[in-house]
């Protein structure tokens, strides 16, 4: 099993509230990673980043913001929820060291939080 | 622009009995990466099975197979013996190397083991 959490898992809130979803790696991976997944959908890469200090946005656009002020934490932030932001959200977490040789490593995926914006 | 494709929404098999899920990607890179995930009902995505391009060599593990065609640009699934704890929704990613590890995911299977 991979030591990868996010909390809360469950969250319904009201609009206009500001949320952030919290996501967190006790492996040591550089890369991280914040998909949108509808029930029984594909999912949507929103955000990721490469290590600390580094965010980048993803496919899909999102309202949402990221930091990566430490290794292991990556938090996605609504400043103000929506109903069109229900959905549910799945950290993920990879390792780097195998970039230079061309190795791509799994990415292991956290429980994931679904949100409910009413 | 790389994109994987699941052309089956649903499938169901008997406990058993052995099924196949399907996917095909399009892509230019020469390098890459495949995998099958799993995300059983309300629960944590997990890794099924991994797949190195250059490897001609179909990866393995237990009940779990592919077949892997790279000219065809074809990864498919097999799972022997299906069991109940198969019940899932499975997903194929594509991974090119040297991109940073980015990931594309198909827009998933989901498998129904029929008791």
């Known amino acids: 099993e991979a030591d990868i959490y996010q909390t809360p898992r469950y969250l319904v809130i009201g609009t206009g509230k500001k949320i952030t979803l919290e996501c967190s790696q006790t492996?040591?991976?550089?890369?991280m990673y914040w998909y949108q997944q509808d029930p029984g959908m594909e999912l949507h890469l929103i955000h990721y980043s490469y290590g600390v200090n580094s965010t980048e946005k993803g496919d899909l656009s999102s309202e949402s913001t990221v930091s990566r002020i430490r290794t292991e934490h990556f938090p996605l932030t609504l400043e103000s929820a929506r109903p069109s932001h229900t959905s549910q959200y799945l950290c993920?977490?990879?390792?780097?060291?195998?970039?230079?040789?061309?190795?791509?490593?799994?990415?292991?995926f956290g429980p994931g939080t679904r949100l409910t914006v009413t | 622009a790389q994109t994987v494709t699941q052309s089956q929404p649903e499938m169901s098999v008997q406990e058993a009995e052995t099924v196949t899920l399907s996917c095909t990607y399009d892509t230019s890179e020469s390098n890459y990466y495949l995998f099958w995930y799993k995300q059983p009902p309300s629960r944590q995505m997990i890794l099924v099975i991994r797949q190195e391009a250059y490897k001609q060599q179909n990866a393995t593990e237990n009940r779990f197979s592919v077949n892997f065609q790279k000219a065809a640009k074809s990864f498919s699934l097999k799972i022997s013996d299906s069991q109940l704890g198969d019940t899932a929704m499975y997903f194929c990613?594509?991974?090119?190397?040297?991109?940073?590890?980015?990931?594309?995911f198909g827009t998933g299977t989901s498998l129904t083991v029929i008791p």
């Open positions: 990613a594509f991974s090119p190397a040297n991109t940073g590890n980015q990931f594309y």
């Open positions: 492996m040591g991976h550089d890369k």
């Open positions: 993920a977490s990879s390792e780097s060291r195998g970039r230079a040789l061309g190795l791509s490593y799994e990415q292991y």
